[in-house]
T-cell receptor
Framework: QKEVEQDPGPLSVPEGAIVSLNCTYSNSAFQYFMWYRQYSRKGPELLMYTYSSGNKEDGRFTAQVDKSSKYISLFIRDSQPSDSATYLC?????????????FGPGTSLSVIP | DGGITQSPKYLFRKEGQNVTLSCEQNLNHDAMYWYRQDPGQGLRLIYYSQIVNDFQKGDIAEGYSVSREKKESFPLTVTSAQKNPTAFYLCASARGGWANEQFFGPGTRLTVL
């Protein structure tokens, strides 16, 4: 079993839809959860960063963590064509362990105008 | 503008040749990383460096080498010992003590002919 699993998609939605992207993980020690957005042929950029369980909202984006189920989600409201990208989840057990950030394979999202 | 630059964007190499990928940052970050990205897989850590003149192997260091002579620069050499070097290579940096908030460069696509 991989440490972090993510449905690769592709996921295609109409503009304005609510998008739900998800990751599951196996290591109960993970406490820090990140979502990165990666446009085609570009490097990832950090979108959301959360600690432990709960929700965090930033504009149209909401990150949700359920540690009891080892499940994290990223919701995008009122999706736009500019949201078309690959979304990578990432997680770690520590803020300072440079070699222990684990990335999921990414979910490819297309928002159709 | 602060950021990370990688060059070249595309690189072609014949089998048996060593090649060096450049990574430069002007964010004054202490930590730098090299990742490899293959389709359907998460980012895999090749090497990382927390401070000048020091670096550590990641999960897939075999066939790669790095140096960290300056804070701003962290070049990666892909040697002929790397069995399957064709991939997208990403360089990242982070502030000291903030390993989870990584800033990525635009990447280098290496193709071995």
């Amino acid at each position: 079993q991989k440490e972090v699993e993510q449905d690769p998609g592709p996921l295609s939605v109409p503009e304005g839809a609510i998008v739900s992207l998800n990751c599951t993980y196996s290591n109960s020690a993970f406490q820090y959860f990140m979502w990165y957005r990666q446009y085609s042929r570009k490097g990832p950029e950090l979108l959301m960063y959360t600690y432990s369980s709960g929700n965090k909202e930033d504009g149209r984006f909401t990150a949700q963590v359920d540690k009891s189920s080892k499940y994290i989600s990223l919701f995008i409201r009122d999706s736009q064509p500019s949201d078309s990208a690959t979304y990578l989840c990432a997680m770690s057990a520590s803020e300072t362990s440079y070699d222990k950030v684990i990335f999921g394979p990414g979910t490819s999202l297309s928002v159709i105008p | 503008d602060g950021g990370i630059t990688q060059s070249p964007k595309y690189l072609f190499r014949k089998e048996g040749q060593n090649v060096t990928l450049s990574c430069e940052q002007n964010l004054n970050h202490d930590a730098m990383y090299w990742y490899r990205q293959d389709p359907g897989q998460g980012l895999r850590l090749i090497y990382y460096s927390q401070i000048v003149n020091d670096f550590q192997k990641g999960d897939i260091a075999e066939g790669y080498s790095v140096s960290r002579e300056k804070k701003e620069s962290f070049p990666l050499t892909v040697t002929s010992a790397q069995k399957n070097p064709t991939a997208f290579y990403l360089c990242a940096s982070a502030r000291g003590g903030w390993a989870n908030e990584q800033f990525f460069g635009p990447g280098t696509r290496l193709t071995v002919l």
